[in-house]
């Protein structure tokens, strides 16, 4: 079936570096959606991406789509505290309509 | 507005014994999910509700069962629980059509000893 993976799977990185996670499908997706989940908590909707080539940005979040509809990345810009968690990127296969969630990728940051 | 509600939040089982994790959603939404999720795995979909009254699984299906009571409800039940089953449970729900993101509970913490 399907898959959709992510990595790295943790990072660690100092206050104010720099961050990315990186997500690849085996085939190619409707869309991708981001998630943030806090440490203890649930997964929350951050943004969704259709277009091929796709750039979004959120404050220091940027997320782009890949032209094939295949990949996608997350990164943060300035890394601060409230960055931790652990961010899922899911894709909707077009053929079944199911989201399938990559294996996420947890975000340390040392103050 | 409570958005998705989950209960129990915390619950012991032995292995073998029985228990239906509730969920519902006040949003209207017509789609609903059940995930859990481990170290290293991910959310993994269990079974889902794409309307009132169709169920269909997902990913990891064995060893559960789910009722759809209505359109606001969706029940996750494990008959015989078993250690492999200790997880985080998450249930989501959604508007279908389209690209709609799906609104998570605040999860079941599950042990099986």
């Known amino acids: 079936g399907q898959q959709v993976m992510q990595i790295p799977q943790y990072q660690h990185v100092q206050e104010g570096e720099d961050f990315t996670t990186y997500c690849n499908s085996s085939?190619?997706?409707?869309?991708i959606q981001w998630y943030k989940q806090r440490p203890g908590g649930h997964p929350v909707f951050l943004i969704q991406?259709?277009?091929?080539?796709e750039v979004k940005k959120q404050k220091r979040l940027t997320f782009q789509f890949g032209e094939a509809k295949k990949n996608s990345s997350l990164h943060i810009t300035a890394t601060q505290t409230t960055d931790v968690g652990t961010y899922f990127c899911a894709g909707i296969d077009p053929n079944t309509g199911k989201l399938i969630f990559g294996q996420g990728t947890t975000l340390q940051v040392k103050p | 507005n409570a958005g998705v509600t989950q209960t129990p939040k915390f619950q012991v089982l032995k292995t073998g014994q029985s228990m239906t994790l509730q969920c519902a959603q006040d949003m209207n939404h017509n789609s609903m999910y059940w995930y859990r999720q481990d170290p290293g795995m991910g959310l993994r979909l269990i079974y889902y509700?794409?309307?009132?009254?169709?169920?269909d699984k997902g990913e990891v299906p064995n060893g559960y069962n789910v009722s759809r009571l209505n359109k606001r409800e969706f029940s996750l039940r494990l008959e015989s629980a078993a250690p492999s089953q200790t997880s985080v449970y998450f249930c989501?729900?959604?508007?279908?059509?389209?690209?709609?993101?799906?609104?998570f509970g605040d999860g079941t913490r599950l042990s099986i000893l």
């Open positions: 085939t190619t997706l409707s869309n």
């Open positions: 991406l259709v277009k091929s080539g």
């Open positions: 989501a729900s959604r508007l279908t059509g389209g690209n709609q993101p799906q609104h």
């Open positions: 509700s794409a309307s009132e009254g169709t169920t």
